[in-house]
């Protein structure tokens, strides 16, 4: 692979950034500012970096016009320098040729439709009535049951299961070992023994969608679990039957939410974290890692539970004390009261 | 597909349910309270919902005898009418087609034993002296290694992996990426490096249990991990090795056990609630969502850690003092004697 | 399958161990003290279960040499009883055939290399520019992408991913469901929307590694995300992009670290722990189980975060009351100051 190559006026002019220096500079990659060598192109976002610029050897850096000010190298200027490089940056991405096609070893129902234009890769089983759109490239090993539909433009890395009812729009992407659709948790409990709830409906994600690895999402047990254009899911995520996600918001790793649940639009719920079911978030709601939602929230805004970390000896005694902060309060009450 | 009908008289019967109102109507589905059409089927359970009724367009509405009276509808009543529902709900239920064989693809050792009346998919393999009993339904790419047993009438939707020494009892379900009898997490530390401890022991899961989309359950070290019948594992839950787990206990998702732990029967663990390894856990013990517990409960009843959620501010407040919450105490008793 | 059989004796020099008793007792298997039959070995690390010493069955009992006196069974001794009997344990491990080769399903890229020493499943496949070297075996269903090397000796159980760019070193174990590779979660909004940050690093894991079944590592935004030699990581861990791992640190069972942390070496961290991004944690730091690590950690030693567990309606009162907590302390505060 001969690697692209692109100079800092050609990006300039490309991605409408202003350019400080030598417009012939080329470069055949990206890196760190301690990292990148000459022939790379590295970005100055984060202020706490700064230092790092005087001695960094990135043949170009995409900064804000105020970092250019007196920079003796070459730099792109942008509003925001992390938008600029995420652009540029894709100008170097290696990318695995994908032909149009379905591999000799898959398994396709008679009854579903694979456009001309998607790719169906090696030991992809695709079910009854279910159907791969223009564009879609659905990779090794992935299952995809009854009335699915991956929409044009989406791609399945690899390993991904569509259980059944699925349906994906368009520009969707997911990880390998991601499970859509299976069985959302409901039971009825009858004389000491569990009851299955079927699970009749399905699982709806909006246009350019991103689903981390092994992140998994339960259909709905009579309406559908829905998430909205643009919600991007990092790995491990577990989303429970009917719940609803907004618009725009991201989720962090590992985090968690319980059925029927509803997340706002532009929201950001950290790693870990976790939202009890029936509960509602609004829009433009921060959840920090590991904090679990045990209530509504109607107010935009930044919400936690949990301790902080301290060394072991010393949590242990505010631990014993959170046990008797009841009674604690109560004598400074009484206390007050004299 | 032509959707099956069901009038209320025929259910009525069939689930010995009172009946109220028309005999006659019909329903092809069911929906919610809010969402159902007059050809649907509604169900009343949670009294919070009781105000969605008088609008509800549903045909037939499932209810406690209470709330019947008056109701100007056609109602089925039963004493719970969750559990009635589930039992309707399972009449609509989509069910793929699935015959008896082997998929072509599939890769079988030669001393397996497949029985004639179960079915194995594409990409499957199955390895020395494993065997699938009657009815037993081993989806697409699952993985089936050396000394399985896959019970009569157990179903695999796809992708399933049962490393090794896996027993499976009769009608229990597994959903996509779960992974029963990998190593136990077994170390131990010599001159600084780690030695794996070899993990001989396997898994037993009773008849009726159902295990969630990527959860994990390790085999034993020596003796075996066991679920007891009726054990219901939502998804992303980890399992340590040698967990004994009792019956008709449910686990909500991304919740864990470390190894040794044993918990007792009927009890329900919630979402993301962590248990330390070696602990015992009696019958009858609820433990809420993100709680760690961390010593052995003898008492039934419900159980928690955690602080509550705060918006972000006041919660900094109360992290800081939470780690003086020791010499807070100290102080307040040392005024307390004078 | 014949059992081996070992004697008393044979162990002892083939281990370097003291042996007391009769030297030409067999066993053909290992158990725990409570379950051993006269033909297995057990063994007493753990002084908590000498108790079961004297009612053991056991036909050798691997002990310290301390423990051995007096006792009239046969005893092998050991300074460390659980290493020893892990490295006898491995000789009673049930041994899947593997023979080198390449499946006749086995989907590889013209330009992959695979060591004729190596051995590739059934519905694998193997990306353009990988290479498996000698004596790898990759099970059922792996998915190998392009540019990722297997090092020698390593062990793909089933159905693992390495999705773009991951290099392996020697003796690496991988459980089923990993997801080695995938890309970061990088995200930069712009008017609104998401913009992917491509994600063009790999990811190197040094050699003896051991990661857990359904355990997720992805690929570096710009460098690489690096697991050290000899890190072991259980099932459901969540690496993020450009983390990196210090030698011999074991991780438990669904902790998480956020992208760009660094961890030191000789690490333990708990079960459903989290690290936050961007900080580091030195050498020999014990991070207790469900803690959150929110800040860097300068100093080794043990680190935790949490409440404990308590009954829910005395959790309840505590709960209430740390919301209260800045108040409370202003008031014991403005009482010291009277």
Redesign the interface.
């Known amino acids: 692979m001969q690697p692209a190559t692109h100079t800092a006026a050609a990006l300039a002019e490309r991605f409408g950034l202003g350019l400080h220096g030598d417009g012939a500079r080329v470069v055949c990659?990206?890196?760190?500012l301690a990292?990148a060598g000459p022939d790379h192109l590295a970005f100055l976002a984060n202020p706490k970096y700064r230092s790092q610029l005087a001695d960094s050897r990135a043949g170009i850096v995409v900064m804000r016009e105020d970092d250019a000010e007196g920079y003796p190298g070459t730099a792109l200027t942008a509003r925001?320098p992390?938008?600029a490089?995420?652009?540029i940056?894709?100008l170097?991405?290696?990318r695995?040729d994908v032909t149009a096609g379905i591999?000799a070893?898959a398994?396709v129902a008679t009854d579903a439709h694979i456009d001309a234009d998607a790719s169906v890769?090696?030991?992809v089983?695709v079910?009854?009535r279910s159907r791969i759109e223009a564009g879609a490239v659905v990779?090794?090993?992935c299952?995809i049951?009854?009335?699915c539909i991956v929409g044009a433009g989406s791609e399945l890395?690899?390993?991904v299961?569509l259980?059944?009812r699925v349906r994906l729009g368009q520009r969707v992407?997911i990880?390998?070992?991601a499970?859509l659709g299976?069985?959302g948790?409901?039971?009825?409990?009858?004389g000491?023994?569990?009851?299955?709830?079927?699970q009749?409906g399905g699982v709806v994600i909006g246009d350019?969608c991103?689903i981390?690895?092994?992140t998994?999402i339960?259909r709905g047990a009579?309406?559908d679990t829905v998430l909205e254009d643009?919600v991007?899911l990092?790995?491990?995520i577990?989303i429970?039957h009917n719940v609803r996600i907004g618009a725009?918001t991201?989720m962090?790793?590992?985090s968690?939410v319980?059925g029927s649940a509803r997340i706002g639009r532009?929201c950001l719920i950290g790693?870990?974290a976790?939202v009890?079911g029936h509960l509602e978030i609004c829009d433009r709601v921060?959840v920090?890692?590991?904090?679990?939602?045990?209530?509504s929230?109607r107010e935009p805004?930044?919400?936690?539970?949990?301790?902080?970390?301290?060394?072991?000896?010393?949590?242990?005694?505010?631990?014993?004390?959170?046990?008797?902060?009841?009674a604690?309060?109560r004598?400074?009450n009484a206390?007050?009261k004299e």
């Open positions: 990659g990206v890196g760190t990292g925001d992390y938008v490089f995420a652009r940056a894709a170097f991405e290696p695995a591999h070893s398994v890769g090696p030991f089983t079910g009854s990779g090794p090993g299952v049951g009854d009335d890395i690899a390993r299961t259980v059944t992407r990880h390998p070992g499970v299976a069985d948790f409901g039971l009825a409990m009858e000491g023994h569990w009851i299955k709830v079927p009749l350019d991103e981390g690895a092994n998994t339960d009579i309406d643009d991007r990092d790995n491990q577990q429970g725009h991201a962090a790793g590992c968690a319980a532009h790693g870990a976790g009890l921060i920090t890692a590991m904090s679990l939602v045990t209530h929230i805004g930044e919400y936690s539970s949990g301790t902080p970390l301290m060394d072991n000896r010393s949590w242990r005694k505010s631990a014993a004390r959170f046990k008797q902060l009841d604690l309060a004598r400074v206390a007050d």
